[in-house]
């Protein structure tokens, strides 16, 4: 049984410590050492052995949601590099562009205006895709940490609204 033991994520997938990961070497690493790891192939083996299993294959699983998720990958690296988030003020700039959003996601409801919620849909996934790039970029390239963690909170607002953007959809959805 393979005996991993630490929190980095990374080095448990055999991956580079990088925002930009192929997700596709992630999940094949994931199923190669599940089916190596899971409790199920240790029921024969001794209690100490299985609860062993277990704790592996739930660091193995943590892992992979881990790294799946850009914001919590992000946040991996960070921790990697020493330079935990901590609570990162985001500008007044961008503060009031989320007020524009919440403001328009409540118009939308209102007027239920299913295409405008679709557009703010579209237009929120393109500005998480441009958000991504910049935080790979400042991870990746310019070990820009304080940037990094800057996107990272940004990132996490934009999760925010696109959970609303989605729940709205949903009630135009049933009230249709």
Known sequence: MNTFTGTNYFEMFGLTPRF??????????????????????????????????????????????????????AQSLLNLAGRPIANVAVSPAFLMAQMEWHEAIEEACNSRDAAALSALSRRLKYKVSLQEQNLAAALDEYHDFDAAAQQVNELRFYEKLRVEIDSAQDKLDEGS
Do not use: K
């Not at 790891?37 to 949601?65: C, I, K, M, W």
């Open 20 to 73: 930009g990961i192929d997700i596709n070497s992630l999940e094949l690493s994931f199923r190669r050492l599940q089916t190596q790891l899971h409790p199920d192939r240790h029921v024969s083996n001794g209690e100490a052995e299985q609860r062993l299993a277990l704790q592996f294959s739930t660091a193995l699983n943590d892992g992979y949601r881990t790294l799946r998720h850009p914001v919590s990958r």
